[in-house]
């Protein structure tokens, strides 16, 4: 006879099976420094694996945090990522305290560090202050400081995108392609996807290809509205060819 779990309290979620109250899984981000533990007897598995471009083959505590990995993947301005991560000791308030982010961003133009938080974590009074302490001390240390929300993710309009590059990144492409990309920039500008589809063929054959082309870094278009043929061009690598 299947048993069924009792009504949840209010407030409360679903966590494999368990009901847990959410004020008390609430991740704080600003923590005093702790003896060492014990190492555990079984390792935790991730929930679920990502086969990242940029940052290899990665693990994911949390459902959501995919849909991340998703964007970091698509992002031109993003050159590596890491969920490999070590613990910061900052000095907050005249005493100790440490942060150990959830991924670090290797940018063109610097470093990011990434907490991931539940909306609900993030409004906490406790992270509200932790999250305005951290980004000062990141930034003496040279690096920016950011937190990323499963809510953050739901209205992201880059992550259809992403999924959608994602999907044409390992699409064969014919071996002249990125040569006649060559030929087209050598030609005049190339504003937006539908010029360099024309550029291409203009066939359907030639719109795969020039996802699988923006995919792969050949071309790096804005993410911010629907891919399509008036998506703007940022810039294309190089020639076109990538060595």
């Known amino acids: 006879m299947r048993k069924f779990s009792p009504l949840a309290p209010f407030g409360a979620t679903p966590e494999l099976g368990i009901f847990k109250l959410q004020a008390t899984r609430c991740r704080k981000l600003l923590r005093s420094p702790q003896k060492p533990?014990?190492?555990?007897?079984?390792?935790?598995k991730?929930?679920?694996?990502?086969?990242?471009?940029?940052?290899?083959?990665?693990?994911?505590?949390?459902?959501?945090?995919?849909?991340?990995?998703?964007?970091?993947?698509?992002?031109?301005?993003?050159?590596?990522?890491?969920?490999?991560?070590?613990?910061?000791?900052f000095g907050s308030d005249g005493a100790?305290?440490?942060?150990?982010?959830?991924i670090v961003v290797e940018?063109?133009?610097g470093r990011l560090a990434l907490s991931l938080l539940l909306e609900a974590e993030a409004t906490n009074p406790d992270n509200v202050h932790g999250i305005a302490v951290l980004k000062e001390l990141y930034s003496e240390r040279g690096m920016r400081f950011q937190v990323i929300t499963d809510a953050d993710l739901k209205g992201s309009s880059r992550l259809n995108n992403a999924k959608t590059l994602f999907r044409h990144r390992d699409i064969p492409l014919p071996s002249t392609?990125?040569?006649?990309?060559?030929?087209?920039?050598?030609?005049?500008?190339?504003p937006t996807l539908g010029a360099v589809h024309q550029a291409l063929g203009g066939?359907?054959?030639?719109?795969?290809?020039?996802l699988g082309l923006v995919a792969r870094g050949f071309i790096e278009a804005d993410l911010g509205i629907p891919l399509g043929s008036s998506t703007?061009?940022?810039?294309?690598?190089?020639?076109?060819v990538r060595s």
Do not use: C
Not at 37 to 44: D, G, H, I, L, N
Not at 232 to 240: E, L, T
């Open 37 to 44: 533990k014990k190492a555990p007897t079984k390792e935790r």
């Open 177 to 190: 392609m990125s040569f006649a990309l060559a030929a087209a920039v050598a030609r005049g500008p190339l």
């Open 96 to 102: 100790a305290r440490t942060h150990r982010p959830d």
């Open 203 to 210: 066939t359907n054959e030639a719109w795969i290809a020039v």
């Open 232 to 240: 703007r061009i940022i810039r294309i690598v190089g020639d076109g």
């Open 107 to 109: 940018e063109r133009s």
């Open 46 to 89: 991730p929930v679920l694996l990502f086969p990242s471009m940029k940052a290899g083959l990665i693990g994911a505590r949390r459902y959501w945090y995919i849909d991340l990995f998703y964007l970091l993947d698509a992002d031109p301005v993003v050159v590596s990522y890491t969920t490999e991560t070590t613990q910061m000791v």
